[in-house]
């Protein structure tokens, strides 16, 4: 089975390096992507990038993000829309949407609001595969993880009757299946791709740049902090041993590569 794979950067995140764990003193640009899978039987995607919304100054979430010492930039052709387009993908061939996690930066493009106003799912044939822990912590958030969530992105889902609920790993479809990794939030997923033999990950917030394939690297935004060391110092030995294509969502510099290890420490053999 061949799989056509494409990475789409849906704006920037203008963050204190401390948040993902980096050094620093001054704000960084960070991507924030999504990916289109060609499947045989449909269009996937893999998370949905920034909501339109965000390329207004004067939208009120940026507001309490600029309150925070973070932002988002998105232009009229990073956005998801603008994307699709150039892959000549028409939104009513989507299959699937999935879910790492219900971030802002992460489910932004899974509703949009139509000519009346209302909201509904952004892809009218899809279904959106999300973790029901996740689901769960989204709809009852509390103080710590609040701010990282829009319930526009996700409720109308539910009461479109579109969303899917997973409960532990799961395949989607053969050939995509995700895995629960905790830590950044207690249900984060990665998901992995399957095709003639060899595996993709997309990683997410497990390891959002090269810098944190050292196991204890580990983002200040992330809830669960030993969960991310225990499910990474076990991940980092399969891609290793399996030759895994991780990509590295937030990573300025590198989109993917392959993880490899010297004396004892790994390292990124970049592809992209």
Same mark, same amino acid.
């Given at each position: 089975m061949t799989?056509?794979?494409?990475?789409?950067?849906?704006?920037?995140?203008?963050?204190?390096?401390?948040?993902?764990?980096?050094?620093?003193?001054e704000p960084i640009d960070v991507p924030v992507?999504?990916?289109?899978?060609?499947?045989?039987?449909?269009?996937?995607?893999?998370?949905?990038?920034l909501p339109l919304g965000m390329m207004d100054e004067n939208d009120a979430y940026r507001g309490l993000l600029r309150?925070?010492?973070?932002?988002?930039?998105?232009t009229p052709?990073?956005?998801l829309t603008a994307h699709l387009e150039r892959l000549d993908i028409d939104p009513a061939r989507v299959r699937w949407v999935v879910a790492s996690h219900l971030h802002f930066d992460h489910a932004g493009g899974f509703t949009v609001r139509d000519d009346s106003g209302a909201l509904r799912p952004r892809f009218p044939n899809a279904r959106y595969a999300i973790s029901h822990g996740e689901w769960e912590d989204a709809t009852h958030p509390h103080e710590r993880n609040r701010a990282s969530y829009l319930a526009e992105n996700f409720v109308p889902l539910q009461d479109a009757g579109v969303a899917d609920f997973l409960r532990g790993d799961q395949e989607i479809v053969p050939g995509i299946r995700t895995r629960r990794t905790g830590g950044h939030t207690r249900y984060h997923?990665? !998901?992995? !791709?399957?095709?003639?033999?060899?595996?993709?990950?997309?990683a997410a917030d497990l390891m959002p740049t090269t810098a944190h394939v050292d196991a204890p690297w580990i983002m200040g935004y992330d809830l669960y902090p030993m969960e991310t060391l225990e499910f990474k110092k076990l991940f980092l030995k399969e891609a290793i041993a399996h030759e895994y294509l991780v990509f590295f969502e937030h990573d300025?510099?590198?989109?993917?590569g392959y993880i490899r290890e010297k004396n004892g420490r790994p390292y990124v053999e970049s592809v992209a």
């Open positions: 799989l056509r794979l494409f990475g789409c950067v849906c704006g920037q995140f203008h963050t204190p390096p401390a948040g993902l764990g980096l050094s620093g003193d992507p999504f990916y289109v899978l060609e499947h045989p039987d449909g269009v996937a995607l893999f998370d949905t990038g309150a925070q010492g973070a932002d988002v930039k998105l052709e990073e956005t997923h990665s !998901i992995f !791709i399957e095709s003639e033999g060899k595996t993709a990950v997309f300025p510099k590198v989109a993917a």
